[in-house]
């Protein structure tokens, strides 16, 4: 099964552009099913279309899946959650606060993550399309696993073990609740099922992360943090798409100076994110919704191409802690020494090749560093990044 994630700022057509994808994709021959697991589902009004939290038929080869993000997490939380509101009530915070306290944010949306494992498991579909919440940062939850993999090795086992001798013993003692059996074991299923996801989701030749983004700085500037982030835990990124391009046709005098901003924000977009493809959409002169407007912007983005394809096979950015350094690794093929030039400032990266110049976003762990070294070897720039000197 072809997994396919689109993300982006909100408000920028995310979901439109996932659900003509998935039209178009269905026109091909392919079973396809579009998944919402934004909280706020607007899937259903983009199709025109009632769908429920299970897989509904839609169109020929088509179906609709609106995750009930309360629901999954009930199933997949609902006993640590418990728990959780009842040790923070034990030590006075109020009711409704301990409630809310005991799910961290995002924690809805990677329980609705959790049916990509099932669809993937069940193999009912040909491709997967996800139409995620209007971030890419809660991707960063999906880093979680691999904390997790060393807790369950090493601390999991004696924190059980000294649990089970110590609750008896000190609980009628101490005004916090010590965790049952029942809440180490729902712990490690929640951990194991999203190790399981991550699989899922990390393999570059089953999932890939796609970017929708306006012609717009805020919207661009988002757009590069979070494909900075999805670089940053080995997500790959096989394409960005633009969305609600000014048409030629549109020769009003009033629309210069939009014009002109987006032509200077595309080239932005064109440095910011090569080598990743780019493909195009434009503003259209009637609300896209229901399945044949969506077919129309399936055909304006992708033309003859198939989208199931993967548009780009490698991750082109790339950031590894070294020792007490941390190094970025950025493709550049075709370029020589000369050719490069970096310049730094708190939060950001400029790499200047020739004439272009290419800002990247940097993570918060480089917060506080300075660039300590670069260097270009068989088309690969590796910049260090290490303490400030006191």
């Known amino acids: 099964m072809r997994v396919i994630l689109y993300t982006g700022k909100g408000g920028v057509g995310k979901t439109t552009v996932a659900a003509a994808t998935a039209v178009k994709c269905a026109s091909l021959g392919y079973k396809t099913l579009v998944i919402s697991t934004d909280a706020a589902h607007s899937l259903g009004d983009s199709v025109d279309q ?36 009842s040790l923070f009530a034990s030590q006075g915070v109020d009711d409704i606060v301990a409630e809310e306290m005991a799910s961290p944010p995002g924690m809805e949306e990677v329980a609705s993550l959790m049916w990509i494992k099932k669809h993937k498991r069940e193999g009912k579909f040909d491709v997967l399309i996800v139409d995620c919440a209007p971030t890419g940062e809660t991707l960063q939850l999906l880093a979680f696993p691999d904390v997790a993999k060393w807790y369950l090795a090493r601390i999991f086992p004696i924190h059980r073990m000294m649990n089970k001798v110590a609750r008896p013993v000190m609980q009628p003692f101490i005004s916090i609740p010590l965790p049952s059996d029942d809440i180490f074991s729902n712990v490690k299923d929640l951990l194991i099922d999203l190790e399981g996801m991550k699989k899922i989701l990390g393999d570059p030749k089953v999932c890939t992360t796609r970017i929708v983004l306006n012609l717009e700085k805020m919207v661009v500037k988002e757009a590069q943090r979070a494909f900075t982030y999805l670089s940053l835990y080995d997500y790959l990124t096989d394409l ?50 229901g399945l044949e407007s969506l077919a129309e912007m399936g055909e ?15 991750v082109p950015q790339r950031i590894r802690k070294v020792g007490n350094t941390y190094e970025l690794q950025l493709h550049l093929p075709f370029v020589g020494k000369e050719d490069v030039d970096i310049k730094h400032r708190e939060g950001e990266l400029f790499v200047s090749v020739g004439p272009y110049k290419r800002e990247i976003s940097l993570p918060r762990v480089l917060n506080g560093k300075r660039v300590t070294k670069g260097r270009l070897d068989e088309g690969m720039l590796s910049v260090t990044f290490s303490d400030r000197k006191p």
């Open 50 to 85: 009632e769908i429920g939290d299970q897989p509904t038929l839609l169109a020929p080869n088509l179906w609709g899946q609106e995750v009930n993000a309360l629901h999954e997490l009930e199933e997949h939380w609902d006993r640590i959650h418990v728990y959780l509101t």
């Open 240 to 289: 960005v798409v633009v969305n609600r391009v000014l048409p030629p046709e549109v020769t009003d005098t009033y629309f210069d100076s939009w014009r002109e901003a987006q032509q200077r924000y595309s080239v932005m977009v064109e440095t910011a994110f090569s080598p990743i493809p780019t493909l195009r959409t434009k503003l259209f002169d009637h609300e896209i919704v």
């Open 300 to 314: 304006s983005i992708y033309g003859d191409r198939d989208p199931s394809q993967i548009f780009y096979q490698s």
